[in-house]
């Protein structure tokens, strides 16, 4: 795999190492188990994946080659460079500028836009009706366009079947950077509909029964479909892609319902499923994959809390989170900075978008073990950073060189 140029300070002496030392002896990937780091009073166990992946790493030395490049220009990001706000404040410190929000909403109106400004296309990508105006006014997107591969790859599958008259079904969470440019991509070639999870999608198998009116369908689904979708028509022949970020196992029960649905009201022998239902591989990134089966695996370990690093808009680190929260404690923080003292940390909570603060979260026992993992955008110094800052609360512990001279 290629080795992309990130500055220094995004790597870790502690994370880094290890990460190389798992990799040279595990080349095929096939040993999940965490990375034990044993400090004696406390015990860390370190997901097999986690950080930066291949699209992340991608984006960022494009990012910084646009900035090293363009020293007397004007430089923009279109939206945030990737779900994490370490990253996204030292770009801004440097001068670079967003145009919008990761809504959407516009900071810097298109008028300001001039040809000879650099614009950076983000990780997330960007739809077919912001390239035209990029186009329009003459600035080189595709110059620093960092959109993720696997991505594409999305795209690419969603043009494919769409040229084979099917619609497309996109799992993903409909104001998602991501969601919205694969969304517009996919409505260039095929109908298409954006269904957020399995309930959503229960709810669309009634038209496709053709048990709801239009007018119940253009309510129900609202700023979800693409334009001028009938519901009569458009569901009698569907694939299913997705948002590259979302949980694996959602996506796949997405898909094996709508399939058993189109068989079923179709009454379809195996070897005419494919007159109503694409036979569509899997679309969700290398990464997304491994760090939720590094996560799985990191919980079949008895632990007494978790910590989950990463930008609180960020998917794919959301969904580690709520793995981890159905077996035990799980504080989800941005950096190091959100643990206040020994007994205090400052934490997301997912189910009401906000910051809330709790005491005490480190147990009083003789040994404390802590699952310790991130999302794909997060870089290692910030894991080696929550690792430091927890290891003096535990008084007496092994020496963080002792503790990795195994990984030398």
Not at 50 to 67: D, L, R, S
Not at 325 to 350: D, G, R, V, W
Not at 371 to 400: N, Q, W, Y
Request: aromatic share 10%.
């Amino acid at each position: 795999m290629k080795t992309f140029h990130i500055p220094e300070f995004y790597r870790s002496q502690v994370i880094t190492p290890i990460k190389e030392y798992r990799r040279k002896n595990d080349k095929l990937k096939r040993d999940f188990s965490p990375t034990v780091l044993d400090f004696g009073a406390v015990k860390f166990l370190i997901a097999r994946h986690f950080g930066f992946c291949y699209g992340v790493e991608n984006a960022i030395e494009i990012a910084y080659k646009a900035i090293s490049e363009n020293p007397d220009k004007r430089i923009f990001l279109l939206s945030e460079m990737i779900h994490n706000p370490d990253v996204n404040l030292d770009l801004q410190e440097r001068g670079v500028r967003f145009i919008m929000d990761t809504s959407g909403n516009q900071l810097i109106a298109w008028s300001e836009i001039m040809p000879n400004d650099i614009v950076i296309i983000p990780a997330f990508g960007t739809t077919v009706e912001i390239q035209a105006r990029l186009e329009t006014i003459g600035v080189e997107a595709h110059r620093y366009d960092t959109t993720c591969p696997f991505v594409e790859k999305v795209w690419n599958r969603a043009e494919q079947i769409g040229k084979k008259d099917y619609t497309i079904v996109v799992h993903g969470k409909p104001t998602h950077e991501e969601t919205r440019a694969t969304f517009s991509h996919s409505q260039a070639n095929a109908p298409t509909i954006v269904v957020k999870n399995i309930e959503q999608t229960e709810r669309l198998a009634r038209y496709v029964r053709g048990e709801g009116t239009k007018d119940e369908f253009y309510k129900e689904f609202a700023g979800q479909f693409s334009e001028g979708f009938d519901p009569t028509t458009d569901l009698k022949r569907i694939g299913v892609v997705n948002q590259t970020t979302m949980l694996a196992s959602d996506t796949q029960g997405i898909a094996d319902y709508l399939k058993s649905v189109m068989i079923q009201h179709y009454q379809l022998a195996p070897q005419q499923v494919e007159q109503h239902f694409a036979n569509t591989r899997d679309t969700l990134c290398y990464a997304t994959n491994d760090n939720q089966d590094a996560t799985y695996a990191l919980l079949t370990h008895e632990a007494d809390f978790a910590i989950v690093a990463g930008g609180y808009n960020s998917s794919n680190t959301s969904h580690i989170v709520e793995l981890c929260e159905q077996k035990l404690p799980t504080y989800f923080i941005e950096s190091q900075s959100k643990i206040l003292a020994q007994n205090l940390i400052q934490h997301f909570n997912l189910h009401t978008k906000e910051e809330i603060t709790t005491q005490d979260f480190i147990p009083q026992k003789e040994v404390v073990t802590v699952l310790l993992t991130c999302g794909a955008s997060c870089p290692d110094a910030t894991i080696e950073g929550i690792l430091m800052r927890l290891l003096p609360f535990f008084g007496h512990t092994k020496a963080v060189e002792d503790v990795m001279q195994v990984f030398a």
